[in-house]
């Protein structure tokens, strides 16, 4: 996939005014998420995004304590100016959707087995959980 395809995704499913914007938001989100993943997920994770992205993602240093979802949206939150946590769990949602689409159902399972509970929701998928 094309960098400027994954941006259109984003800009869709965002509804943001403009590439420019999509993808000022699709860099803070996959700079936050490259924090989050490890291993063979994050290499499997740029080897399948644009160019740009993976460079984006494996940029950043992988942290030892994953966050919850509910952090990582307060952590893309921080990292956008005027930002609330709602219209930051906006953001990450249209970006890791569209990321979903680029990258596969198969690997975003394998990727959101690597993370905290909570995160299948920000990739645009049911958080089922079995009854107690």
Known sequence: MRWSRLIDGVRRAGQYGTAAEAEHVTRI?????GGQVVGEVR???????????????????????????????????ARIEGATAATARWD?????????????????????AELPRGYALLFGRADLVPAA
């Open 29 to 33: 989100v996959l700079s936050a998420l």
């Open 92 to 112: 990450v949602s249209s970006v890791l959707s569209a990321v979903a689409e680029c990258v596969g159902g198969e690997l975003v399972t394998r990727t959101l």
């Open 43 to 77: 290499v499997e994770l740029a080897h399948r995004l644009p160019e740009e992205g993976a460079r984006v993602l494996a940029a950043q240093i992988p942290v030892t304590q994953p966050l919850t979802a509910a952090e990582f949206v307060d952590d893309v939150a």
